[in-house]
């Protein structure tokens, strides 16, 4: 949570060097929205279980909230404390990230939602920005000028990696110095002789409502040579009112260039190509509302929409529009907007619900409505913004920017949206403007003049209109407007009293720390007392199974009275034991082979096999004073992990063995807090290959979770242990071990539930 500088360069690429996942996340803005703000931020904290938090001096204090709010997050620390701890840090290698890695959660503005954490991996960032390259002709020669702020996938991908891959300059502003002056980017271009700069349509609005010739007097734009206008919807009256502005500047009209994107397709999905200059497509207004059908107007038609074509997709990437039974719609025909691509993420983070409403076949589902015209892109609105109004389709944003032009309402600051009207199969219309005016006539007329615009452009007047204080209407960290956040204030508390003061806010998140932190301190004693509880369990079993094993007669007899003492620790423990596939387990010489998650492995097996097997154990053990003895009288045999020469005479030794009881193999060899099944070893297949036996995968589940590496605390969890069918593989020699080895593992990786770390484990 930084703001832009480089400060903000440091530690993103810090992270990735320390094999970790960023996250950017927006320091609050404004103090009336300041509780909103922090709880959605909470709450992409604590869906990506985020366990450190950079950030700044002046945002400690907000930051010190969200620790309270977020159980995971164990440091909040600053840049400046980062430098001083590396002095007295080891060193460590720098991570090397594979192209399937996560690089990057970028979370989503949440205009109509909350936020989700958009899943890419360092594939996707690179496809989507040499397709980006590619498609602008982006070259070393070129240099970048941007103010946007670097936790904006547009900022943070488009103009700083864009720029870092394709070894262009990066003329770097803060977002603050532009909104306080945007002629200053404007200079920055003049200054630099910028060629390529990217923006949200309101920045170039920003520019137009402060034009001041005095301040740009000298001004030069005639090295600008493509000036992407993205983010959100792109205004064709911006458009014509910008580049008529600065043409006596040197600005050319064909330097605009309007584009689209989301970060599920990392950031850019289509673009105009450069020297083009916007298309603006006029249709026919009644055939689009009521049959979304994009014809176009005649040149005399002044009820026209004009509608932003927004470019071609990027190289490698496909687009379609698809009605709501999935069916492709042909061009000018108004439907859902769905892409493809190697930009594309494969989900959101640790949201499985979403992350299958939004990939379909293999296509994606942008949120959008759209259609195809000669190639482009053209954008009529969000799906769940849309207005059903007496039979019509009613977009948000062309009234919104119609009102926000009015004398005494703040410009972008407008949210129009539906109500739904109760077994009517229609909506309210709502419009909600932010306005200083305090006037009761002045406010009056003010109302009257919205309700005559929106008769004017959709034919029908609002059924309310709400004028709201200053900072009532909801945005994003991009601007855009969060209709449906917006919409919940209005049905809930209404917007009459203004912003809740600071202090009240603070104390509101407050307390909401202190019982987040309460109730983590009672899961905490809960987790505490089990723990203590199962140990206590397993110090009473224990010497019962120790004087069990030295005491009774015969290796079978001990076997299963150390069964016995298994069984009822699992059970006394409260840890639910499922057990499958018993019913195909050989009845004669067999070697089985299990992953290996836990300490509480062996337990859990000794509750679960229905017969005495010979766990074959590190040699290391052997040599242990209680251990070795304890797992002698049990039946193990012990086995040299690192002497090859050793190791050959191990499985020779196994091999005269294997006739006695079942060999039961952890073919990884160790286990590790990570979760992932790890390479094999190949000398349980060896053995099985040449004795002629089949191996019996078995898959243990839940156990890492019950009593993970590096933990002495146990948790309940259910625990499972599937026996899988005896695998064969004819033939002789190390060719036979080796597919047989492979198809084992194949059966327990498809049971496990874990990642596959073949090639990968560190």
Request: one cysteine or more; proline letters at 7%; glycine letters at 10%.
């Amino acid at each position: 949570m930084l703001p832009t500088g480089l400060e903000f360069f440091h530690s993103f690429c810090g992270i990735l060097l320390a094999g970790a996942i960023p996250v950017p996340i927006y320091p609050p803005t404004r103090p009336g929205q300041i509780e909103d703000h922090l709880r959605r931020q909470a709450g992409i904290l604590q869906n990506c279980e985020a366990v450190a938090l950079i950030t700044f001096d002046a945002a400690r204090l907000v930051a010190r909230i969200l620790s309270g709010l977020v159980p995971s997050l164990r440091e909040v620390t600053t840049p400046e404390q980062l430098r001083a701890a590396d002095a007295l840090a080891a060193t460590v290698d720098d991570h090397r990230g594979r192209h399937d890695e996560i690089a990057l959660l970028q979370y989503t503005s949440g205009s109509t939602g909350n936020p989700k954490g958009v899943t890419l991996d360092h594939g996707n960032l690179l496809a989507n920005i040499r397709a980006w390259g590619q498609a602008v002709q982006l070259r070393p020669a070129d240099v970048t000028v941007s103010w946007l702020p670097l936790y904006h996938d547009m900022g943070l991908i488009g103009a700083w990696l864009g720029s870092l891959y394709h070894a262009c300059p990066l003329v770097l502003m803060s977002p603050l110095d532009f909104l306080a002056r945007p002629e200053r980017w404007l200079w920055a271009i003049h200054h630099h002789r910028g060629t390529v700069t990217a923006a949200p349509n309101f920045a170039f609005e920003l520019c137009l409502r402060h034009l001041d010739p005095a301040r740009l007097e000298g001004l030069d734009l005639s090295s600008l040579r493509y000036a992407a206008n993205g983010a959100e919807p792109v205004a064709a009256a911006t458009l014509s009112r910008f580049t008529a502005a600065f043409a006596p500047y040197g600005l050319r009209a064909d330097a605009l260039a309007p584009v689209y994107g989301l970060a599920e397709c990392s950031v850019g999905l289509a673009v105009s190509p450069p020297g083009r200059g916007p298309l603006i497509d006029r249709v026919r207004r009644d055939p689009l509302l009521a049959g979304g059908e994009a014809l176009p107007a005649a040149a005399d038609d002044v009820h026209a929409l004009q509608l932003v074509a927004c470019g071609r997709p990027l190289p490698g990437h496909d687009v379609r529009i698809v009605d709501g039974a999935g069916r492709e719609l042909p061009p000018r025909r108004v439907g859902r907007l769905e892409f493809r691509g190697p930009s594309t993420t494969r989900g959101y983070y640790r949201n499985a619900e979403a992350s299958r409403q939004l990939i379909r076949d293999g296509w994606l589902d942008s949120g959008d409505l759209a259609y195809l015209a000669e190639g482009d892109i053209v954008i009529t609105g969000r799906i769940k913004d849309t207005i059903i109004r007496g039979g019509r389709n009613l977009y948000p944003y062309e009234l919104e920017e119609a009102v926000g032009a009015l004398a005494g309402v703040r410009r972008g600051c407008v949210a129009v949206f539906g109500v739904p009207v109760v077994g009517q199969g229609t909506e309210k219309l709502v419009v909600v403007a932010e306005s200083r005016e305090t006037a009761a006539a002045a406010r009056q007329e003010l109302i009257q003049r919205i309700n005559a615009l929106a008769v004017d452009l959709l034919g029908t007047p609002p059924d309310d209109v709400v004028l709201a204080p200053p900072h009532a209407v909801l945005k994003t960290s991009s601007g855009k407007i969060r209709r449906a956040a917006t919409r919940d204030i209005y049905l809930g508390a209404g917007f009459a009293a203004g912003s809740r003061s600071l202090w009240l806010q603070m104390a509101r998140l407050g307390m909401a720390g202190f019982w987040q932190g309460m109730r983590a301190v009672l899961r905490r004693g809960a987790e505490l007392l089990y723990a203590g509880y199962a140990w206590a369990v397993y110090g009473l079993l224990t010497p019962l199974a120790v004087a069990g094993i030295l005491l009774l007669p015969g290796a079978a007899l001990r076997w299963r009275f150390v069964a016995a003492l298994a069984r009822s620790c699992v059970r006394l423990c409260g840890i639910p034991l499922r057990i499958d596939g018993l019913d195909g387990l050989p009845a004669a010489g067999a070697v089985f082979v299990a992953n290996h998650a836990s300490y509480v492995d062996g337990i859990v097996l000794a509750a679960a096999l229905p017969m005495p097997v010979s766990f074959v154990a590190k040699q290391e053990l052997a040599a242990h004073a209680l251990a070795g003895p304890l797992l002698r009288r049990l039946g193990a045999v012990f086995v040299e992990r690192f002497d090859v020469r050793q190791g050959v005479d191990d499985v020779r030794r196994l091999a005269a063995a294997a006739g006695h009881w079942p060999l039961f193999f952890f073919a990884e060899g160790t286990f590790t807090r990570q979760p992932g099944l790890r390479p094999f070893r190949l000398g349980a297949f060896q053995i099985a290959v040449q004795n002629g036996l089949a191996v019996t995968p078995v898959v243990l589940t839940g156990t890492r979770d019950v009593l993970r590496d590096e933990s002495w605390l146990p948790r309940r969890n259910p625990i499972g242990v599937s026996f899988c069918a005896p695998v064969v593989v004819p033939g002789e020699g190390w060719q036979a071990a080796l597919a047989l080895r492979d198809a084992a593992r194949a059966a327990i990786l498809r049971r496990c539930g874990e990642p596959d770390l073949e090639g990968g484990a560190p």
